[in-house]
């Protein structure tokens, strides 16, 4: 099912109960950390949210100098309406704001690597990713 009857909106009115919904159901550790995870959503360089009426089924933003580098470090869409092209069309919308930067960044692991590999990113060349990370969920 395309993700034609889907509303994408730049909006920074989360509900709560819905936002913690998509973290969990994407088994993001992140939820763990409701009102962390909502005042670094408020804080992205940009937020762009996708909804079915009023439930919030998907959202990715980005963290950016605003001039050279984007760092993409969330992207989420409620399992049942994966696979309907709402990541892309998010990312897509995402990426077009930063179009000409020098460097577009991001993580991937999993079903995610393929994901992105068709959204146009490549493994950056011998680089390993590293972090200090409070995380379970990888």
């Known amino acids: ?15 709560p109960d819905q936002l913690l ?6 088994h993001w550790s992140s939820a763990e950390k409701p009102a962390l995870l909502h005042k670094a959503l408020l804080g992205s360089h940009s937020l762009i949210t996708a909804w079915d009426g009023d439930k919030l089924v998907g959202l ?9 580098v984007v760092y993409y470090p969330h992207l989420l869409i409620l399992p ?3 696979g309907r092209g709402i990541g892309s069309r998010l990312l897509k919308e995402l990426m077009s704001r930063y179009a ?15 994901f992105y590999k068709k959204c146009g990113f490549e493994r ?9 990370y409070a995380g379970h969920d990888h």
């Not at 000409?100 to 393929?114: K, T």
């Not at 950056?124 to 972090?131: D, R």
């Open 1 to 15: 099912m395309p993700s034609d009857n889907i509303d994408f909106r730049e909006t920074r009115e989360l509900p």
């Open 21 to 26: 919904a998509l973290y969990r159901e994407n």
């Open 60 to 68: 990715g933003n980005a963290i950016s100098d605003g001039c050279l």
């Open 80 to 82: 049942d309406y994966q």
């Open 100 to 114: 000409g930067f020098h460097q577009h960044v991001l993580l991937a692991d999993g079903q995610a690597i393929e």
């Open 124 to 132: 950056a060349g011998q680089t390993e990713p590293m972090w200090i």
